[in-house]
C-alpha cells in the first residue's frame, strides 16, 4: 500500500519528558509509515526553549499562524525547581500562554469516549466539549482589605481624564474585601467568534451559560455579544444542524447532569476553570482529555490536555516499566490530521485519522489498555500493557483495518 499524502506542512510542536518519549513513538508507529508528510517541526523541549531565549515558542505560533494547523506535545512550564533542574536561564512562561496569545485563540477541551469506561455520570453518553473565556475577570481583578468605616467607589474617567461615571460600591461600617474587575468587548467577541467556529467545526450545538438575572451589565454583556454572533451565523448554523442556545448559568448546571451530552459549553472564566474539571474528572481519565486552541481566524492548535507525566518519566529514566495512557496524545495527531485533511480537501487523510481512532477505541474495548484505564473500564476481561505494548497493539488493530 502507498502512503497517504498530506498536501500541507504540518506544523509539530515537541515537547517534555513522558510524553516526548512517546511523541517520538506515535510518529513512528503511526504517522511516518503511513503518511507522505512534511512536518514543520518546533522543538518546545524546555532545553532548546531555553537555548533560543523562548524564540522557538513564538515561531512555532507563527507557523501554526501561516499553516492553519498545528500539532503540540506537552510542555514543561519551568518554576524554581524546574530552573534548577536544567540550568534554564530563567522560569519562562508557559508555551501555552505564549502560543495563546499570539493566536489570539480559545482552548477547547473534550473527552473520549470509550464504550467500557462509563461516564461517573450515568446519563453521559457523548463528549462535553468545554470553551473557557481565558481573560479577564477575577483573574485579571484587582483587590482590596478594608479595615474600617469606610466607603469604596467604582470610578470610570475617560481618555481625556474627565469624569464619566461613579458608583458606589459599599458603604463599610466595619472591616470587609472590594474587588474590581474587567473585560474588553474585544476578548469576548474572539472568544466567542472562536467557539462558533469550533462549534461548526465539531457541528455540535453551542450552549452558552452566564448570570445574567443578576449582573445586568457585564454578563449581560457577554450574552449580547454571543446572540449577536449567533444571528450573524444564523445561516451556517442552520446548514450544519446545530444551534446556538443560552442558558442561565444554574440551569445550564441542572440540565448537563441530566443530558446525554454531544454539545460545546461556552463558559465565562471562572465558569470554564471550575467547570471544566467537573467535567473531566465526570468522564475518568486526564489520558482520555483531548484540547484544542481555536483562534477567532480559524488557525488550530491540538494537544493532550494532561502535562509531561514527571513521575513516570522518573520510572522511565530508572529503566522501569511505565503506564503511561498515549491516547489523548494520539488523539492531538488524529483532530489535527483530520482538520488538515478536511482543509485541503484531502479525504483520505480524514478517513486515516478516523481509522486510527477506531483503531484505539476498539483496542481498548477488547479490553486491551494502559493501567490508568483499568480500575474504569467494564470490560469483562481485562489485559494491562505497558505504555509500548499498548501501541503496539494500536498499530495491530490499524494494520488489520487498513487491509
Ligand atoms: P500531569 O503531567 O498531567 O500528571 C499528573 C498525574 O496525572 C500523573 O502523575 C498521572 O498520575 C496522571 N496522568 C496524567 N496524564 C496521564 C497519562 N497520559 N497516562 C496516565 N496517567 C496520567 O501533571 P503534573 O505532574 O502536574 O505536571 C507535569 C508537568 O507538565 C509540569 O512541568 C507542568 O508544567 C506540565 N504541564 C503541561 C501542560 C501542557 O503542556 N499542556 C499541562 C499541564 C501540565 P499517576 O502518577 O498517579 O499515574
Ligand atoms: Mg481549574
Not at 27 to 38: M, S
Not at 267 to 273: H, I, V
Request: glycine share 8%.
Amino acid at each position: 500500500m502507498g502512503k497517504i499524502k498530506v498536501k500541507t506542512p504540518l506544523v509539530e510542536l515537541d515537547g517534555d519528558e513522558m510524553t516526548r518519549i512517546i511523541w517520538k513513538e506515535i510518529k513512528d508507529r503511526f504517522i511516518y509509515p503511513y503518511l507522505d508528510i512534511t512536518l514543520e517541526y518546533y522543538d518546545l523541549g524546555v532545553v532548546y526553549r531555553d537555548q533560543t531565549d523562548d524564540q522557538v515558542t513564538t515561531d512555532s505560533a507563527n507557523a501554526i499562524k501561516k499553516h492553519g494547523v498545528g500539532v503540540k506535545c506537552a510542555t514543561i512550564t519551568p518554576n524554581a525547581e524546574r530552573v534548577k533542574e536544567y540550568n534554564l536561564k530563567q522560569e519562562w512562561k508557559s508555551p501555552n500562554g505564549t502560543i495563546r496569545s499570539i493566536l489570539d485563540g480559545t482552548v477547547f477541551r473534550k473527552p473520549i469516549i470509550i464504550k467500557n469506561i462509563p461516564a461517573a455520570v450515568n446519563s453521559w453518553k457523548k463528549p462535553i466539549a468545554i470553551g473557557r473565556h481565558a481573560y479577564g475577570d477575577i483573574y485579571k481583578n484587582v483587590e482590596m482589605l478594608i479595615d474600617g468605616p469606610g466607603k469604596v467607589e467604582l470610578v470610570y474617567t475617560d481618555a481625556s481624564g474627565k469624569e464619566k461615571q461613579r458608583l458606589l460600591v459599599n458603604e463599610y461600617k466595619g472591616g470587609g474585601v472590594a474587588m474590581g474587575m474587567h473585560n474588553v468587548d474585544k476578548s469576548i467577541e474572539s472568544f466567542a467568534q472562536a467557539c462558533f467556529n469550533y462549534a461548526l467545526s465539531e457541528k455540535i450545538s453551542i450552549w452558552f451559560a452566564t448570570k445574567d438575572t443578576i449582573s445586568k451589565k457585564y454578563h449581560a454583556r457577554f450574552r449580547e455579544i454571543f446572540d449577536e454572533m449567533a444571528k450573524k451565523k444564523e445561516a451556517e448554523l442552520k446548514a450544519a444542524g446545530i444551534s446556538y442556545n443560552y442558558f442561565l448559568i444554574d440551569d445550564a448546571v441542572a440540565q448537563i447532569v441530566k443530558n446525554e451530552g454531544g454539545m460545546l459549553w461556552a463558559l465565562m472564566n471562572y465558569d470554564g476553570d471550575v467547570m471544566s474539571d467537573m467535567v473531566a474528572s465526570g468522564f475518568g481519565s486526564l489520558g482520555l482529555m483531548t484540547s484544542v486552541l481555536v483562534s477567532p481566524d480559524g488557525k488550530y492548535e491540538y494537544e493532550a490536555a494532561h502535562g509531561t507525566v514527571t513521575r513516570h518519566y522518573r520510572k522511565y529514566q530508572n529503566g522501569e516499566t511505565t503506564s503511561t495512557n498515549s491516547v489523548a496524545s494520539i488523539f492531538a495527531w488524529t483532530g489535527a490530521l483530520a482538520k488538515r485533511g478536511e482543509l485541503d480537501g484531502t479525504p483520505d487523510v480524514v478517513n486515516f485519522a478516523v481509522k486510527l481512532e477506531e483503531a484505539i477505541i476498539e483496542t481498548i474495548e477488547g479490553g486491551e489498555m494502559t493501567k490508568d484505564l483499568l480500575s474504569l473500564s467494564t470490560a469483562s476481561t481485562k489485559k494491562e500493557l505497558d505504555t509500548f505494548q499498548f501501541m503496539e497493539a494500536v498499530q495491530k488493530k490499524l494494520d488489520s483495518k487498513l487491509k
